[in-house]
């Protein structure tokens, strides 16, 4: 691993992430390419989807789907043991996901088995408009707090970021690496997918998100509903796309309202009669909003571009050779949509899988269990067992 040379294309949630768990596992040569990075990044690129997350770990893994469980439930032992560094900018807190009555061939979802504090949500916790209602224990992510903890990790671990830098072909990384080689590019540039030569995903679609930031630090608990309501329709939409609401504080006071699920639909302009349907639907699963008879100040209204895939996210490999005949190991790690938060260390974890096995490094499948030793410590040991 120590004479490895790692290029990751992307700079969001995914690519640090695994970044840093290369660095972790004795990679000492990775480079993070990217046009754009946490702290300077146009809010209208709708490439850049990470800074523009809820976010929050609440899985959309079928009972089927033990891909994606697992990627889940991984990181979600991650993020609950990280929150206990205070630089992380994640809290731990009561999530609620309500419905508008129990289905009558209920059964419980299959992470009832490991997530905290899991039960039935109570009358006190329903609001009048929904019958039924699950709550366990999750986390939030206060979004740039907690991608700047990734950068600064990544680079006092000897990684190297360079921003700015636009790839029309996944070759030309290349150039931005230190001795302008590498032996394996991780590509990790969600929607860039798209367009960049050498990948050019058809599978890949934008699903466009609107949310307000309000400031109400009072909110303690993290809510979701994905039960119909009457509200604004717009041009076009189909009325399911208007059905995602939900609630997401932060633990510095900000509180992301949402929001919107607009499948190929890449606007990155605020549409006014969607946010006033946010914010009267956001008020009606969660009425603690208002104080006093006066809405929440709003801090801002944002969209970002969710990066979807046809069949879900795309993690393999494959070797590719450059124009020069050299072969390299080259994965893909990218497709998450609205889940690349709550799947990203998990994802990371099969990346550093797929490396040891391509450069003959036997497989350890207790890294991140040693990364949070390394990283958290003694606060980690409640959980990294379970890893």
């Given at each position: 691993?120590?004479?490895?040379?790692?290029?990751?294309?992307?700079?969001?949630?995914?690519?640090?992430?695994?970044?840093?768990?290369?660095?972790?596992?004795?990679?000492?040569?990775?480079?993070?390419?990217?046009?754009?990075?946490?702290?300077?990044?146009?809010?209208?690129?709708?490439?850049?989807?990470?800074?523009?997350?809820?976010?929050?770990?609440?899985?959309?893994?079928?009972?089927?789907?033990?891909?994606?469980?697992?990627?889940?439930?991984?990181?979600?032992?991650?993020?609950?043991?990280?929150?206990?560094?205070?630089?992380?900018?994640?809290?731990?807190?009561?999530?609620?996901?309500?419905?508008?009555?129990?289905?009558?061939?209920?059964?419980?979802?299959?992470?009832?088995?490991?997530?905290?504090?899991?039960?039935?949500?109570?009358?006190?916790?329903?609001?009048?408009?929904?019958?039924?209602?699950?709550?366990?224990?999750?986390?939030?992510?206060?979004?740039?707090?907690?991608?700047?903890?990734?950068?600064?990790?990544?680079?006092?671990?000897?990684?190297?970021?360079?921003?700015?830098?636009?790839?029309?072909?996944?070759?030309?990384?290349?150039?931005?690496?230190?001795?302008?080689?590498?032996?394996?590019?991780?590509?990790?540039?969600?929607?860039?997918?798209?367009?960049?030569?050498?990948?050019?995903?058809?599978?890949?679609?934008?699903?466009?998100?609107?949310?307000?930031?309000?400031?109400?630090?009072?909110?303690?608990?993290?809510?979701?509903?994905?039960?119909?309501?009457?509200?604004?329709?717009?041009?076009g939409m189909a009325e399911a796309?208007?059905?995602?609401?939900?609630?997401?504080?932060?633990?510095?006071?900000?509180?992301?309202?949402?929001?919107?699920?607009?499948?190929?639909?890449?606007?990155?302009?605020?549409?006014?009669?969607?946010?006033?349907?946010?914010?009267?639907?956001?008020?009606?699963?969660?009425?603690?909003?208002?104080?006093?008879?006066?809405?929440?100040?709003?801090?801002?209204?944002?969209?970002?571009?969710?990066?979807?895939?046809?069949?879900?996210?795309?993690?393999?490999?494959?070797?590719?050779?450059?124009s020069a005949g050299k072969e390299?190991?080259?994965?893909?790690?990218?497709?998450?949509?609205?889940?690349?938060?709550?799947?990203?260390?998990?994802?990371?974890?099969?990346?550093?899988?797929?490396?040891?096995?391509?450069?003959?490094?036997?497989?350890?499948?207790?890294?991140?269990?040693?990364?949070?030793?390394?990283?958290?410590?003694?606060?980690?040991?409640?959980?990294?067992?379970?890893?």
């Amino acid at each position: 691993m120590e004479k490895t040379s790692f290029a990751v294309i992307g700079c969001g949630v995914q690519g640090l992430s695994t970044a840093l768990l290369l660095l972790h596992q004795g990679a000492k040569k990775v480079t993070v390419v990217s046009s754009a990075a946490p702290s300077t990044f146009d809010k209208s690129d709708p490439t850049f989807a990470s800074p523009k997350a809820g976010a929050n770990w609440q899985t959309f893994a079928s009972d089927t789907d033990h891909r994606q469980q697992e990627y889940d439930e991984s990181t979600y032992y991650m993020l609950w043991s990280l929150s206990f560094l205070p630089q992380c900018g994640i809290m731990r807190l009561d999530g609620f996901q309500f419905f508008d009555e129990k289905p009558r061939a209920f059964e419980h979802p299959w992470y009832a088995r490991f997530v905290k504090g899991y039960g039935f949500a109570d009358a006190s916790h329903l609001p009048a408009t929904k019958g039924f209602g699950l709550k366990y224990e999750t986390v939030t992510l206060n979004v740039p707090k907690y991608l700047a903890w990734l950068v600064s990790r990544v680079k006092a671990m000897g990684g190297v970021i360079v921003g700015d830098t636009h790839l029309d072909h996944w070759e030309q990384v290349m150039k931005a690496v230190p001795g302008g080689k590498a032996d394996v590019v991780i590509n990790c540039s969600a929607l860039g997918s798209l367009k960049l030569g050498g990948v050019k995903d058809a599978h890949l679609f934008p699903v466009r998100g609107q949310t307000i930031l309000v400031r109400a630090p009072h909110v303690q608990r993290t809510i979701s509903t994905s039960s119909s309501f009457n509200g604004y329709k717009g041009e076009g939409m189909a009325e399911a796309e208007l059905k995602v609401t939900y609630v997401i504080p932060r633990e510095d006071g900000i509180v992301i309202l949402g929001g919107t699920y607009q499948k190929n639909n890449d606007s990155m302009e605020i549409d006014p009669k969607i946010a006033e349907s946010i914010m009267t639907r956001c008020i009606d699963i969660c009425p603690e909003l208002v104080v006093n008879g006066k809405l929440p100040e709003i801090v801002e209204h944002s969209v970002g571009l969710r990066p979807a895939r046809e069949g879900g996210c795309r993690l393999d490999a494959q070797y590719l050779a450059t124009s020069a005949g050299k072969e390299v190991l080259f994965i893909n790690n990218y497709g998450h949509g609205g889940y690349g938060y709550q799947s990203s260390w998990g994802c990371a974890a099969s990346v550093v899988k797929m490396v040891r096995r391509a450069i003959g490094v036997p497989q350890d499948d207790k890294v991140l269990t040693a990364f949070l030793k390394e990283t958290v410590g003694s606060e980690a040991r409640e959980i990294v067992s379970k890893l």
